[in-house]
């Protein structure tokens, strides 16, 4: 496997390696633009390819006692709750009334403490082993300050947007730690209106040339996306497009099996032609009671579920009305009347799914596959790796990489 990595050298100065990522114009050409810089690195040697996790963390949920082996994709819930994140500040200073779930949130290990929804894909195929988080919220860096040590995750393969509210893209700035210290910049997929928002929001990040010269801040490459499947390290993410209140568009994401849709209020008629047979679907569940204008509330969220009829489902996106216990609870039941297997997700929960991949859903490469690929997409056909082959649906590759499937 370790001959697998075929990448250019790795710089480690960090004002060389940002001369690595192009700061012109042409570096947000939209979508998927060939870079003016290579975008994939090579790791430094001092650095274990595979981290030896560090878990410490002793989950009493089956899960737990079935974690990834080394070489097994993984998901990672990286935060579950709201906004303003669980205990709610407001509920830990009323004096005149004691919130039950925002007290339990306190206590260390309590399952109600959730920060801003976001997952991360640790995903291996025979090329390597990937990191691929959805969304960089308000309280990033305190979720990751919380998981990536502890589940030995170090390096950051790419950042998927669903949307451009600040529980999903105010971390970006806490990125600058990776690229200053990890590796030379994290490529970035986005729709044109949440990028047209980042400019705004993260103007100093989206055009690094009006810093003042010296600064660090963190450097990102955007891609835009559309509401196409795309590819990122083989690894096939198809856009599940989806109402978050009225008039305004959000994304979740299908890798495999695996449906994830963290911020919704409906579901267009055509994208459940892209939720079938989905074996583990990550759906947002606000409250207990009743939906809110921009999120299904509990009852909405089973209701789709028994629309979707997905092998498995894990809530996500909970604010401080849904005790993680309790609801739990209460969700066991339907398992036995209706055969539904639901339940809330909570953060660092971490999930080796049953099969990653469905007919070509998730790529993988044999080694000597990707060798000829690299030499075909590099030479031949003058392409930089075999993403831009698939996003650019070349029927020459396309017909050459199918052929190397491992599924
Ligand atoms: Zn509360
Ligand atoms: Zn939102």
Same mark, same amino acid.
């Given at each position: 496997? +370790? #001959? #697998?990595?075929?990448?250019?050298?790795?710089?480690?100065?960090?004002?060389?390696?940002?001369?690595?990522?192009?700061?012109?114009? +042409?570096?947000?050409?939209?979508?998927?633009?060939?870079?003016?810089?290579?975008? *994939?690195?090579?790791? $430094?040697?001092?650095?274990?390819?595979?981290?030896?996790?560090?878990?410490?963390?002793?989950?009493?949920?089956?899960?737990?006692?079935?974690?990834?082996?080394?070489?097994?994709?993984?998901?990672?819930?990286?935060?579950?709750?709201?906004?303003?994140?669980?205990?709610?500040?407001?509920?830990?200073?009323?004096?005149?009334?004691?919130?039950?779930?925002?007290?339990?949130?306190?206590?260390?290990?309590?399952?109600?403490?959730?920060?801003?929804? /976001?997952?991360?894909?640790? !995903?291996?195929?025979?090329?390597?082993?990937?990191?691929? %988080?959805?969304?960089?919220?308000?309280?990033?860096?305190?979720?990751?300050?919380?998981?990536?040590? +502890?589940?030995? %995750?170090?390096?950051?393969?790419?950042?998927?947007?669903?949307?451009?509210? #600040?529980?999903?893209?105010?971390?970006?700035?806490?990125?600058?730690?990776?690229?200053?210290?990890?590796?030379?910049?994290?490529?970035?997929?986005? #729709?044109?209106?949440?990028?047209?928002?980042?400019?705004?929001?993260?103007?100093?990040?989206?055009?690094?040339?009006?810093?003042? $010269?010296?600064?660090?801040?963190?450097?990102?490459?955007?891609?835009?996306?559309?509401?196409?499947?795309?590819?990122?390290?083989?690894?096939?993410?198809?856009? %599940?497009?989806?109402?978050?209140?009225?008039? !305004? *568009? /959000?994304?979740?994401?299908?890798?495999?099996?695996?449906?994830?849709?963290?911020?919704?209020?409906?579901? $267009?008629?055509?994208?459940?032609?892209?939720?079938?047979?989905?074996?583990?679907?990550?759906?947002?569940?606000?409250?207990?009671?009743?939906?809110?204008?921009?999120?299904?509330?509990?009852?909405?969220?089973?209701?789709?579920?028994?629309?979707?009829?997905?092998?498995?489902?894990?809530?996500?996106?909970?604010?401080?009305?849904?005790?993680?216990?309790?609801?739990?609870?209460?969700?066991?039941?339907?398992?036995?009347?209706?055969?539904?297997?639901?339940? &809330?997700?909570?953060?660092?929960?971490?999930? $080796?799914?049953?099969?990653?991949?469905?007919?070509?859903?998730?790529?993988?490469?044999?080694?000597?596959?990707?060798?000829? &690929?690299?030499?075909?997409?590099?030479?031949?056909?003058?392409?930089?790796?075999?993403?831009?082959?698939?996003?650019?649906?070349?029927?020459?590759?396309?017909?050459?990489? /199918?052929?190397?499937?491992?599924?």
């Amino acid at each position: 496997m +370790a #001959a #697998a990595l075929r990448m250019p050298p790795f710089v480690p100065a960090a004002a060389a390696a940002r001369s690595l990522v192009a700061r012109s114009a +042409a570096r947000w050409r939209a979508p998927f633009g060939r870079p003016a810089a290579p975008r *994939r690195f090579q790791l $430094p040697s001092s650095r274990p390819r595979v981290p030896p996790p560090r878990p410490f963390y002793n989950f009493a949920s089956r899960d737990a006692k079935i974690q990834a082996p080394e070489d097994q994709s993984e998901i990672i819930f990286i935060g579950t709750g709201t906004s303003e994140g669980i205990p709610r500040v407001s509920c830990l200073t009323n004096q005149s009334k004691t919130c039950k779930v925002c007290s339990k949130a306190i206590e260390p290990g309590n399952k109600n403490r959730r920060l801003n929804t /976001s997952i991360l894909i640790r !995903y291996v195929n025979s090329v390597g082993r990937f990191n691929i %988080l959805v969304d960089a919220g308000k309280f990033f860096y305190h979720s990751a300050l919380r998981w990536f040590p +502890a589940y030995g %995750l170090r390096h950051i393969d790419a950042v998927i947007i669903t949307h451009s509210h #600040a529980d999903a893209i105010g971390g970006l700035d806490d990125l600058r730690d990776w690229t200053n210290n990890v590796q030379p910049f994290i490529p970035i997929y986005v #729709a044109q209106r949440d990028f047209e928002v980042m400019k705004k929001t993260h103007y100093y990040i989206v055009d690094t040339s009006v810093i003042v $010269p010296g600064a660090a801040v963190s450097e990102l490459q955007f891609n835009v996306i559309n509401e196409e499947p795309f590819v990122i390290h083989d690894l096939k993410v198809t856009p %599940l497009p989806v109402w978050h209140g009225h008039g !305004y *568009r /959000s994304l979740g994401f299908r890798f495999g099996d695996i449906c994830y849709i963290s911020d919704v209020s409906d579901i $267009p008629e055509e994208t459940y032609m892209l939720l079938k047979d989905c074996d583990l679907l990550i759906l947002d569940a606000l409250r207990p009671d009743r939906s809110s204008s921009t999120h299904f509330g509990l009852p909405r969220a089973l209701e789709e579920v028994r629309k979707i009829q997905p092998r498995r489902t894990l809530f996500t996106g909970m604010m401080h009305l849904m005790d993680h216990d309790e609801i739990n609870e209460e969700l066991a039941k339907l398992l036995e009347s209706e055969g539904l297997d639901v339940q &809330l997700s909570y953060d660092g929960l971490r999930v $080796p799914p049953k099969r990653f991949s469905s007919n070509g859903g998730l790529l993988s490469v044999s080694s000597r596959c990707h060798a000829t &690929l690299q030499r075909l997409f590099q030479t031949s056909l003058g392409c930089v790796s075999s993403q831009h082959i698939m996003v650019e649906k070349d029927l020459k590759c396309g017909f050459w990489y /199918s052929n190397c499937l491992d599924y």
